[in-house]
């Protein structure tokens, strides 16, 4: 490894490193599979047309690319023998000697790929890694992963590149078209269908990247690695020109579009370029394109699909929001369930960011009592997913905190059947309350009689005065399932209303009548005045983290 007085970090390939690495892959495959291996690239090598390879070479096409466009197809693609040196035995057979084009074996990146699939790339310090081994790409993404401290046990690989390759691919076929269009070869090889960049790219570093992550490669892996290939300089070919895309607008592609992975935008130019007759793109795009002699920048991103840790919370005190709760920068209450609850359990997943979600909530003054209320806590792109043992020590820790505010229960690590799962039972929960009761007049054993005879009302509750601020003026139908009233020693006009009521209905509002917007309510049916002193959730009735 050099390093040049511009910081670019140099990796060079020569023809010695190549065949040490293709004897190291046939003492770890076993002699018989890299003899296969062997015959089977010599063999294609030698059914190819040598003046037209000769003629991509010369153009700055590498080796894979070249075995691209004649419909190559297999697992070929990631033998460290796909160096330009296979072609000098065609080429010395062709021109009596490899002198006169020992430079096109040698030079630039891939005026067709960029450098993709010869493996090199530009990384975020404008570091130049230039190579034929696959391993030096795969080592680097791996290297990140493990830097960022993801542990996966399987992934899906992503690849994104430039949409000048396609243009540049283009032409390169316009080019062999107009020489050889009229040879037999021509006609039956180039009128296959095509292996992709992304497709050879993929094929080429799988296996390695498998190796050195220890993980399979699966298409429906929660762990995604994407790698995005840029290149501003050659996509500048698209800023010159613009092209109509299907909505008859048009669509400027300049460097700053290509630093993007906008995948609907380069659809777009994909599609406006495949629209263009031949003789309009000869017009816009030189054929053969041009050499290029940097590679595209590699960026290097890796995702796991968000995980859920669900479980119930209980909440002890009045002050208390479900959520961080602020009004002109000012914090309401004096903490939140999500916060003490998600503070706790990021760290350990070692994730991005989270999002708390709770089967409804209760008002800062209400207390969550009972078996609690279901939650998830849903962790983006979580670097690690807890264990059972994990999980027991973060319940352990949020229980055990000093101010006792917020408590938790059962804490499990779910997929996305946990959210499915909470979504809809919310729908059909039953809640149960205790709420303490003044009345304007004296209790009398009347009121516990008709209050224990309501089953299943009806009530009608307009939105509260208290959020139509921020929430539409609706006419909502509850049903109350059953009351029953607790005399408080000593008192008579206070008492402990407990109920049961449909999911949704505003217990508070019942209690007073709301200036008439929720009717029939306590007060109606006892017929005074009645108000509602503290209120507490004692049930949440759904099969959701029992």
Known sequence: MAISNEKEE?????????????KEAQISTGPSEGEAADKIISDTVLSLPSHAILDLLSIGVCTRCIFRLFGVRGQIYWSSLLSPTIFAPLIQKSNG??????????????????????FGFSKEKQNLVKSELINNVSEEIAKFIKQE??????????????????????????YLKKKYGSERWFEEKFHAEHVTVKDAFKLAITSSLETLLTAKSEISSSSRIRLNH???????????????????????????????????????????LSRLQDHAFCERFKSPPEKVNEPCKLEIICNRAPIYIGGRYLKYSRNVSQSRWLI????????????????NILPVCRGDNYK??????????????????????????????????????????????REKLVRVRNLQVLGSEGWTLMREGETEKQKQYAALVWISRPLEDEDLQTIASLMDMSILQKTPVRVLHRRSPLDREKIIHWMKIERMVGSQQY?????????????????????????????????????????????VKMDCFN
Request: hydrophobic residues 35%; glycine residues 8%; contains cysteine.
């Open 230 to 272: 840029t290149h501003s300089k050659a996509s500048l070919n698209l800023e010159k020109e613009s092209v109509e895309n299907a909505d008859g607008a048009n669509v400027k592609r300049g460097a700053e579009c290509s630093e993007q992975s906008n995948g609907k935008t380069d659809a777009a130019i994909q599609r406006s």
């Open 97 to 118: 000697s490899d002198d006169e084009h020992s430079k096109g074996l040698e030079s630039e990146f891939c005026s067709i790929c960029l450098g993709i699939l010869q």
């Open 149 to 174: 401290g993801h542990e996966i046990d399987s992934f899906s690989l992503e690849v994104s590149i430039p949409p000048i390759i396609l243009a540049n691919e283009r032409s390169v076929w316009l």
């Open 356 to 401: 708390f979600h709770a089967a409804g909530r209760e008002d800062i003054d209400v207390r969550m009592l009972g078996s609690g209320r279901p939650f998830l806590v849903e962790i983006q792109n979580a670097r690690h997913v807890p264990s059972e043992v994990s999980i027991g020590e973060m319940e352990e820790k949020i229980n055990n905190l």
């Open 328 to 343: 002109d920068d000012e914090r309401k209450g004096e903490a939140s369930v999500e916060e003490i609850i998600g503070s």
């Open 495 to 539: 008492f402990l209303l407990h109920l049961c009521t449909e999911a949704g209905t505003y217990i508070k509002e019942f209690v007073h009548g709301d200036l008439g917007r929720t009717y029939p309510n306590l007060g109606s049916i006892l017929k005074c005045r009645a108000e509602i002193l503290q209120l507490d959730v004692t049930d």
């Open 10 to 22: 140099v990796i060079s390939c020569s023809k010695v490193g190549v065949i040490v690495e293709a």
